[in-house]
């Protein structure tokens, strides 16, 4: 079964909304990515936040982490059109070396 | 810099065939992942290869091999080809490895008939 599950699977929002999506994992990890795929770019890495940090940002992106609920949220504010994507997380777990994908979460944002 | 390249980006094979795949990382990583996406099971992980020795590997059966050149490029095969190969096969390169920030090709789309 996948580390990672991103909650909701799919998410439809206007522009210029706040989109929120969320993941879930099992074991305890070293690292916690996002990942972005679209037809037109392929997969892009959006952030990495480490175990031992809570919150990062980037531009728009928001990540925070609970490890005591092995959790992890993306927050995308004043989304655009151009937000239309799959969103992945991806976790390696202790010990481990391999980033293991959820399923992700299908985002579109109607201009 | 340029990116991440594979090729061919498209292929049609028939069943029992092999085939093999390219990826150009980007210039100066040495760490090299091959990932299979498909609908079902999503993205997983097949094997990460780092400085031409294989680092790590996946849930794969030994059909799935690869090997990595001393410019870091990267080649993966698939030998006696089933149904259920077909896949969108995705290359990622690294500086620091598989579970840091990875830069992934645009894959190469396999057909198995």
């Known amino acids: 079964s996948q580390q990672g599950e991103e909650d909701p699977q799919a998410l439809s929002i206007q522009e210029g909304e706040n989109a929120t999506m969320n993941c879930s994992y099992k074991t305890s990890i070293n690292n916690l990515q996002w990942y972005r795929q679209n037809s037109g770019r392929g997969l892009v890495h959006l952030i990495l936040?480490?175990?031992?940090?809570r919150e990062k940002h980037s531009g728009r992106l928001r990540v925070t982490l609970d490890t005591s609920k092995k959790s992890s949220s993306l927050l995308i504010t004043a989304s655009r059109a151009a937000d239309t994507a799959s969103y992945f997380c991806?976790?390696?777990?202790?010990?481990?070396?391999?980033?293991?994908f959820g399923r992700g979460t299908s985002l579109i944002v109607h201009p | 810099k340029a990116g991440v390249t594979q090729t061919p980006r498209y292929l049609i094979k028939t069943r029992g065939q092999q085939v093999t795949l390219s990826c150009s990382p980007i210039?100066?990583?040495?760490?090299v992942s091959w990932y299979q996406q498909t609908p079902g099971q999503g993205l997983q992980f097949l094997f990460e290869y780092f400085s031409e020795t294989q680092r790590n590997k996946g849930n794969f059966p030994g059909r799935f091999s690869g090997r990595q050149f001393s410019n870091s490029r990267s080649e993966m095969n698939v030998s006696t080809l089933e149904l259920g190969d077909s896949a969108l096969y995705l290359c990622?390169?690294?500086?620091?490895?598989?579970?840091?920030?990875?830069?992934f090709g645009p894959g190469t789309r396999l057909t198995v008939t």
């Open positions: 991806a976790t390696d777990a202790e010990g481990s070396y391999i980033p293991t």
């Open positions: 210039s100066g990583h040495r760490s």
């Open positions: 936040i480490r175990s031992n940090e």
């Open positions: 990622a390169s690294s500086l620091a490895g598989a579970r840091y920030e990875q830069y």
